[in-house]
């Protein structure tokens, strides 16, 4: 008799505890509270690093800040438009570059004096410097800026203005691409479109490198993001 309540005993103290019983898969690290520790997009990523001053499609570009950056806030993309979007302008750079050797055939300022016009051909130059500066820089700082917290579009229209909007991860409702044309198709750049629930519903990032693949990035953060808001991890 005394063997039966033995095992009886046992019997009752195996099943009281089964419900506290954790299960452990190998090679993944857990933590009590949170489950089973995933791979971010941010650490997904940074074996993919892909970083140039002049690239248009930056992977996790470690040195990258602006000016609203949070501490723990980590950069997964930086976009410009593609390059082939800023062929016009190099065009007209050089078509104005070699304006002044038709002179030797068209004679227009002719009737200055050789001062003046040594004159008026430097400050011709001078404007093409300017110009050249000029678009430079506003493609070069023009960029998008994907988080793995938000979307930002930096906006830099010329050396006095610039237009900053931004949008959160988790307001983004929709995020489509379009890309129509042959120069699109064959250069694979496109217009990535997102429906927001903040004040600025439609937000949209232009000619940007692979739009295939920012959306699937922008999906996965916003996956991670409601990831984050069920394991109470949102910051």
């Given at each position: ?105 068209i004679p227009l300022i002719d009737f200055l004096p050789g001062n003046y016009q040594l004159m008026a051909i430097v400050i ?112």
């Amino acid at each position: 008799m005394p063997d039966i309540f033995v095992a009886e005993e046992k019997e009752s103290l195996s099943q009281s505890h089964t419900g506290s019983v954790k299960f452990f898969t190998p090679g993944v690290k857990t933590k009590q509270g949170l489950g089973a520790r995933y791979e971010t997009v941010a650490e997904r990523l940074v074996k993919e690093r892909r970083i140039g001053g002049l690239r248009s499609f930056n992977i996790m570009p470690g040195r990258v800040r602006f000016e609203t950056q949070e501490v723990r806030e980590k950069v997964i993309l930086l976009l410009r438009q593609h390059w082939v979007t800023q062929v016009k302008w190099i065009l007209v750079a050089l078509l104005m570059t070699f304006l002044p050797w038709g002179l030797n055939f068209i004679p227009l300022i002719d009737f200055l004096p050789g001062n003046y016009q040594l004159m008026a051909i430097v400050i011709w130059y001078l404007l093409i410097i300017a110009f050249i500066y000029e678009q430079f820089i506003s493609w070069y700082f023009h960029v998008f800026i994907i988080t793995d917290e938000r979307v930002i579009d930096i906006n830099f229209l010329n050396l006095l203005y610039k237009e900053v909007s931004e949008a959160k991860i988790d307001n983004i409702e929709d995020v489509t691409y379009t890309q129509g044309g042959v120069a699109r198709a064959w250069f694979d750049f496109g217009d990535v479109a997102m429906q927001t629930a903040g004040e600025q519903r439609q937000f949209t990032i232009d000619a940007v490198p692979e739009p295939n693949r920012v959306v699937k990035i922008l999906n996965e953060l916003k996956l991670e993001e409601e990831h984050e808001k069920i394991m109470g991890k949102v910051r």
